[in-house]
């Protein structure tokens, strides 16, 4: 069949596509765009995260023919012409890429925080990055740069560099080796977990397990 | 999709009802909601979590916000997994699943759609077309268990639904049966203890031992299993736990309510 549909603004037209193609292979492998990741393919790593009619999704889950008519956009279409979108500029000065697989997914999903919430915290960026893994950075590195893109668009930060900014307040280095409990206050906290990995103990950290509802934190209808 | 991926299954055709805008919004009628089978998650949440507080809660707990962008209550449904978040509080708020065929449009009712594991009473021919439940006429709670807090699937879960106008108390529980089920004897032990005591009325504290009792009957209705996520002595002792917890915050919901009113 053939899908037509735009791309980060402009038309675009496969033929011959199969039916049971995701929106992912679409993309790398008929449209040349290979920002979007193919990782897990089961919507579980966020890696192939693309704005679908504005909204983030992952591609490997949207079959191909569901984007007829409809407007994507990826992570190539985030950035202007010479000049890096300010989530990305955000991840290089923050030290929040490493092999950089998951990198476009996080860009995607971390752009799109932004657009809905300008200065988000820290219970909300977990929360809206809980669905992007990366295997390298133990997340710190990640959260920061989401939040110096807040404060850079705000212009709170605008002069201060990447790393004296990241010095302060509650990104501080110290606060890696914590497991768990420290951050884990405030509405919103029990859906955000993103950070799974950051002490390698898995699903051990305290309060994770057992009986601690995700439901508990994160509905603000109490 | 994912099953398409990994090429475990190969669909002589595939059908797109996302495009189907009858399926894609949600209206109410005389305090009722009814949810369109195709409104994703993320809607639910933002726009109906004033009046679904419960379905809008345990929507919250579904994957991720990728996730929540596509999935619906529609699609858990169909997949009819006793792990599946919406059901719980379906079953608490005493939903009714309106399906279509050629054959006309059925209206069953939660409690009795779930037949086993990931089976319903749908048929091959028909689809979910919407779900109906009532707008919240009290305090409702969700809690899950999982080993994070996102992208996880419930090793147990629970939902409340109070209705003080009719004296009665709604549970659902999931990943603790085949099917995800209500707990009647902990809603029948509930509702009459408020009833004998006036708690309704007095909007009182309820004793400990009401509370302790509920979980175990909560818990004494599930027939859980071990597997991969969890034993089955785990599920039921979380299920005990995530009932009194999610009866207390209600319970506490409906006393703060009772006193702003006042």
Not at chain 1, 78 to 99: E, S, W
Not at chain 2, 197 to 209: D, I, N, T, V
Request: aromatic share 4%; glycine share 14%; hydrophobic share 40%.
């Amino acid at each position: 069949m053939r899908v037509t549909c735009t791309v980060n603004g402009e038309p675009a037209v496969a033929d011959d596509v199969w039916e049971g193609e995701s929106l992912l292979f679409l993309l790398r492998e008929r449209l040349g765009l290979p920002g979007s990741k193919n990782a897990c393919e089961q919507g579980e790593c966020g890696s192939c995260t693309v704005y679908l009619e504005g909204r983030p999704v992952c591609a490997c889950l949207v079959a191909a023919g569901q984007v007829q008519g409809l407007a994507v956009r990826t992570v190539e279409g985030l950035a202007g012409a010479d000049v890096l979108n300010p989530v990305q500029r955000a991840f290089l000065d923050a030290g929040a890429v490493q092999c950089g697989f998951c990198t476009p997914g996080l860009i995607v999903a971390a752009d799109d925080l932004l657009r809905r919430v300008p200065s988000p915290g820290e219970a909300e960026i977990r929360e809206a990055l809980a669905g992007n893994l990366c295997r390298c950075t133990g997340y710190e590195k990640i959260i920061d740069a989401v939040r110096l893109a807040a404060a850079r668009q705000s212009g709170a930060a605008a002069d201060q560099p990447a790393a004296e900014w990241r010095s302060g307040g509650a990104g501080q280095p110290g606060a890696t080796g914590q497991p768990g409990a420290a951050r884990r206050s405030g509405p919103g906290a029990g859906n955000s977990a993103a950070a799974g990995g950051q002490s390698g103990a898995r699903a051990s950290r305290p309060g994770e397990t057992g009986d601690s509802p995700a439901g508990q934190a994160v509905g603000g209808s109490r | 999709m994912v099953d398409i991926n990994f090429d475990r299954v190969r669909p002589p055709a595939l059908l797109d009802l996302t495009g189907i805008s009858e399926l894609a919004g949600w209206s109410c009628d005389g305090g009722v909601i009814r949810l369109g089978a195709g409104v994703p998650y993320a809607r639910v949440i933002d726009e109906l979590g004033g009046r679904l507080p419960g379905l809008a809660l345990a929507s919250r707990t579904v994957g991720s916000p990728q996730i929540r962008h596509r999935g619906t209550v529609g699609g858990n449904l169909g997949s009819a997994s006793p792990a599946g978040d919406a059901h719980p509080p379906l079953l608490a708020d005493e939903a009714v699943v309106e399906t279509e065929s050629v054959r006309g449009t059925r209206r069953i009712p939660i409690r009795e759609f779930f037949t086993g594991v990931k089976r319903s009473t749908l048929a091959p021919d028909e689809l979910i077309a919407a779900v109906h439940i009532r707008q919240a006429p009290g305090p409702q709670q969700f809690a899950k268990v999982g080993v994070r807090n996102a992208m996880v699937i419930a090793v147990c879960s629970f939902a409340i639904a109070l209705d003080p106008g009719r004296g009665r108390v709604g549970t659902g529980f999931g990943s603790a049966a085949p099917t995800p089920r209500p707990a009647t004897g902990a809603e029948e032990f509930l509702a009459a203890e408020l009833a004998e005591r006036g708690l309704w009325e007095s909007r009182g504290p309820l004793a400990a031992a009401t509370v302790q009792r509920f979980g175990e009957l909560v818990a004494s209705a599930a027939e859980p299993i071990d597997d991969v996520r969890g034993t089955a002595a785990y599920r039921r002792h979380s299920l005990a736990i995530l009932a009194r917890r999610t009866l207390t915050w209600a319970w506490q919901s409906y006393r703060e309510e009772g006193r702003r009113c006042a």
